[in-house]
């Protein structure tokens, strides 16, 4: 007998606050440079241990009034509101794609649609402790972003034997290599890893590598500095976004898009190397096709790509442009992240969806602070999430509108 939704949603509900209890214990430890797991939880103002019933997700802070048991010090209302907000996640996509079936492929009662699910609150979850961290010390910690591209350069070598192919490929709910994106994506890892080993051996530059060191306030790069130093910075003031001059910017870009050559000259190269037979009954389409975990792993590697790509271009366009350093260098693994865990349209959808989530909130903050800096990662984490439900409408929208058919897309 099959287990009726509102046992689940029970479950997923109490699991999702206990996530949230985590994650608030990873936004105030992460930042700090300290430990995750030790030591356990405790009052940061009289280092006493909280006790487990003392601990109880949302229930627990309401039961105290906000205040510690022992020393009387006042707890933020934001931890249970983010272990409300973490359970309702969980509750909410368990909702949309169990039962409002919001994606395509996701329609059969398999594991598949829990290994999807399993991997999508991983995104959720890192993308949540990224947004937190990002509003509060104006950095997105590289260490979370990797951590779900792991995840899901995992789960993207499973999940094609358990989810089933969508009729139209962009509606795909797990990363699926075709055969060009699969010869585009595994060029364009081959570039990136040659050019990490020519930035390991300081044959290329990191961009504004000179500004940190030399400066007190390292401006030029927002989201790249040591946390702790920019968690300092983020605390102390607001406005931590001074300009370098715009001819700095500029030559710091342009080490930027030196990093970036062999990534787009590998994909360039692989790609068309690879699918001059054109067919897919050449080896490499035959090899593409019949290998499903490479299909997957390619899929999500080209989705990294893509996710990663997106900002950091218009990162380099955007700073060339005006001579401000335009996004912070830490949205570029976020969106990697959410391309490698979604596939390639999702963190574009989401890209250009963000801005008009940011746009209210950074008007009203012009007006009343005068600063036009505002963290973009909670933006782009909003915007994901709303793709992750409405991916199938916005695609098939452009589809529609643009009548192109598989066929014309090609990839
Ligand atoms: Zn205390």
Redesign the pocket.
């Known amino acids: 007998m099959p287990i009726p939704p509102i046992i689940w949603i029970i479950f997923l509900f109490a699991l999702g606050s206990s996530v949230g209890s985590f994650i608030n214990v990873v936004v105030y430890r992460l930042p700090r440079e300290m430990s995750i797991v030790r030591p356990g939880s405790h ?1 940061t ?2 280092e ?1 241990p909280i006790a487990w019933y003392d601990n109880v997700p949302i229930i627990a802070w309401f039961l105290l009034r906000g205040r ?1 048991r ?2 009387g ?1 006042s707890f933020s209302i934001r931890y249970p509101m983010v272990e409300l907000l973490t359970a309702l996640l969980f509750v909410m996509l368990y909702w949309a794609y169990f039962l409002g079936e919001v994606r395509e492929g996701l329609t059969d009662l398999s594991y598949g649609r829990w290994l999807i699910y399993i991997g999508h609150m991983v995104l959720i979850c890192g993308l949540l402790v990224s947004s937190l961290i990002d509003g509060e010390h104006w950095i997105i910690p590289l260490s979370v972003s990797y951590t779900v591209v792991g995840a899901a350069l995992i789960l993207s070598m499973i999940w094609p034997y358990f989810v089933a192919a969508a009729a139209e490929p962009l509606l795909n709910p797990a990363p699926w290599a075709s055969i060009k994106t699969g010869a585009l994506a595994l060029g364009g890892a081959a570039g990136l890893g040659l050019s990490m080993i020519l930035l390991k051996f300081g044959l290329i530059k990191r961009s504004f590598a000179d500004y940190d060191q030399e400066q007190e306030q390292p401006q030029g790069e927002k989201k790249h500095a040591p946390p702790n130093a920019r968690a300092e910075q983020g605390v102390k003031g607001e406005e931590i976004g001074i300009d370098l001059p715009p001819n700095i910017i500029r030559r710091e870009m342009f080490r930027e898009v030196i990093f970036l050559l062999p990534v787009v000259a590998g994909a360039v190269v692989l790609m068309s190397v690879l699918t001059s037979g054109g067919s897919p009954a050449s080896g490499w389409g035959r090899l593409i096709l019949g290998q499903k975990w490479l299909c997957g792993l390619l899929g999500s590697v080209f989705g990294f790509m893509i996710g990663g790509g997106v900002v950091w271009a218009t990162r380099i366009g955007g700073s060339l442009a005006f001579g401000k350093e335009a996004m912070g260098l830490g949205d570029v693994p976020l969106m990697a992240a959410v391309g490698a865990m979604l596939g390639w349209t999702s963190p574009v959808i989401a890209f250009f969806l963000a801005p008009f989530m940011g746009l209210s909130w950074a008007l009203a903050r012009l007006l009343i602070h005068r600063t036009r800096e505002i963290p973009y990662g909670p933006f782009l984490s909003m915007a994901t999430v709303i793709v992750m439900l409405a991916h199938d409408i916005i695609v098939q929208w452009f589809i529609e509108s643009f009548t192109l058919g598989p066929a014309t897309v090609g990839i």
Do not use: I, M
Request: proline share 0%; glycine share 12%; with cysteine.
């Open positions: 009052c103002l009289c006493h510690c022992h020393c010090g």
